[in-house]
Structures are given as C-alpha cells and as structure tokens.
C-alpha cells in the first residue's frame, strides 16, 4: 500500500521559510517522478514543483527563485524548501507520485498517488 505523508506545513510571516517534506511507502521514490502540488481556497490545485527520477526539475512560475525540490532516495523522501513567502503562497500543499513526468507536469488529473496534504498559511 503506497502512502505519502506529508509534514511541515504551519504558518508563517510573510518572507518567511517553510520546509515541507514527503515521506514515502510502498514505493521507491527513485523511480517516480515526485511533485508538489497546491489548492487554495476556491481555487483548482496546481503544481508548484516537480522532480524526476534523474533530477530534472520543474517549477511553476510564480514560485520560481523562492522555492527548491529535492529528494533523498536513502531516505525516501522528498522536501519543498519555501523562501521569501507571500501570502499568496497559502494553500494547502500536497506530495504527489507518478511514473511519468508528462502527467505530473500536465496537471493533478491522472496522478497515481496523493498525500493528504498540510496547511501553509502565510500572514501579510
């Protein structure tokens, strides 16, 4: 049974730092591609971050220079390091895992597994 479990989330002041991490089970993250996702409130979820099994990585536009994805194959996990936070950037943030990098880049429809997701909340 694959699960993912996020942590980190919490709130913080606006040009703060989070680091969020993804535990993984019942799969070995060095053959999937791992994302990071968001939904804010009222808002459909998009990908904020991607990183394939050879260290390809992809960011969306808006976190770009402020956020970095990494992964520890050893350790099976997977993290979001959150610079220079606005409050835009709250939402609740999700650990994602597919085999293949077109569906996460696509979009969340036809990912494999999901976490359950941790709050950011960033104060103006």
């Known amino acids: 049974q694959v699960q993912l479990v996020e942590s980190g989330g919490g709130l913080v002041q606006a040009g703060g730092s989070l680091r969020l991490s993804c535990a993984a089970s019942?799969?070995?993250?060095?053959?999937?591609?791992m994302g990071w996702f968001r939904q804010a409130p009222g808002k459909e979820r998009e990908l904020v971050a991607a990183?394939?099994?050879?260290?390809?990585?992809y960011y969306g536009d808006s976190v770009k220079g402020r956020f970095t994805i990494s992964r520890d194959n050893a350790k099976n996990t997977v993290s979001l390091q959150m610079n220079s936070l606005r409050p835009e950037d709250t939402a609740v943030y999700y650990c994602?895992?597919?085999?293949?990098?077109?569906?996460?880049?696509?979009?969340?429809?036809?990912?494999?597994?999901w976490g359950k997701g941790t709050l950011v909340t960033v104060s103006s």
């Open positions: 994602a895992a597919d085999r293949f990098w077109r569906t996460v880049v696509a979009g969340p429809g036809g990912v494999d597994y």
């Open positions: 019942g799969l070995t993250i060095s053959t999937y591609v």
């Open positions: 990183i394939s099994s050879g260290g390809t990585t």
